[in-house]
């Protein structure tokens, strides 16, 4: 810990936050903390090749928007916010699609994976915010909310639970089978697509060269909540240790990257974070 204060003390570090650091706001990650995914979320070319596979996300996703919309900044985004503000941290690349380091008053946050809070057609390229998207689907799906309540009751199950990182949630097939999934306003088709990165999905080249850019202009990359393990991100802790950036890793779980970490904490995030604010920031 006292490596990683003096680390961040020198200022100009950038942040590269995972699934890990939205989990104490009730969003869960997909890794256990073995690492291992414990939920397959749907693929890139599952969603684009056919209408059935979009209802069944969509019916899904309107479901883990109930809660997934009303998840509030953690302690810990809190705490980056602060750090920034104290001059200490520079941009955030976050791998997570929630919105929340933006809500708990970050500056300079690059979505690397986009924001739930969009929507795009495939189609014909119209955009659309989810609010209003979600609105369209309940005017289209009228009382689909209050059977899945009722089905959940009767079962006993507590569907907070199940909302994943993308938002989406899991759900019988009649349930999906009845769902009208939305459509474009522009060109009526239905290939309306949340505005995230899916698996199997590239993010744009543009995109990441402009990440690249942040790593290398900065003193130290400090990653936070991620385990790493797909090359999205891991490749920004490769070229920061190509570089001779110093690399510091807060995770509980073991990360692709801990051979390239100069630091490495397999501690909770939370408490990390508030030791590293009580340190750095006056008044705390």
Request: aromatic residues 6%; proline residues 4%.
């Amino acid at each position: 810990m006292d490596d990683l204060v003096d680390l961040v003390s020198a200022g100009d570090v950038a942040v590269l936050s995972g699934a890990g650091l939205s989990t104490e706001s009730g969003i869960p990650d997909y890794r256990g903390p073995d690492g291992t995914r414990r939920v397959e979320p749907m693929s890139y070319g599952t969603f684009v090749g056919s209408s059935e596979a979009r209802r069944r996300y969509w019916a899904r996703s309107y479901i883990g928007w109930q809660r997934f919309s009303q998840a509030a900044p953690n302690r810990g985004h809190h705490d980056v916010a602060a750090l920034q503000e104290g001059g200490y941290l520079g941009a955030v690349i976050t791998q997570n699609v929630d919105g929340l380091h933006q809500a708990a008053g970050t500056r300079d946050v690059v979505e690397l994976h986009g924001s739930l809070d969009r929507a795009v057609c495939l189609t014909c390229g119209e955009t659309t915010t989810r609010d209003g998207l979600h609105e369209r689907m309940t005017e289209a799906n009228p009382g689909f909310l209050q059977r899945f309540v009722d089905r959940a009751a009767a079962v006993g199950s507590q569907w907070g639970e199940q909302v994943r990182p993308d938002g989406d949630i899991v759900l019988s097939d009649d349930l999906v089978d009845s769902f009208h999934a939305p459509r474009c306003l522009v060109c009526d088709r239905d290939t309306v697509k949340p505005a995230v990165v899916f698996f199997g999905e590239s993010v744009p080249k543009s995109l990441v060269e402009r990440c690249f850019a942040l790593v290398e202009s900065a003193g130290a990359l400090l990653v936070l909540g991620s385990s790493l393990s797909v090359m999205s991100g891991y490749r920004f802790v490769r070229r920061a240790a190509a570089r001779g950036i110093p690399v510091a890793i807060v995770t509980k779980s073991a990360t692709r990257g801990d051979a390239e970490a100069t630091i490495r904490l397999h501690e909770s995030l939370g408490d990390t974070l508030a030791a590293l604010r009580s340190a750095l920031v006056a008044g705390f």
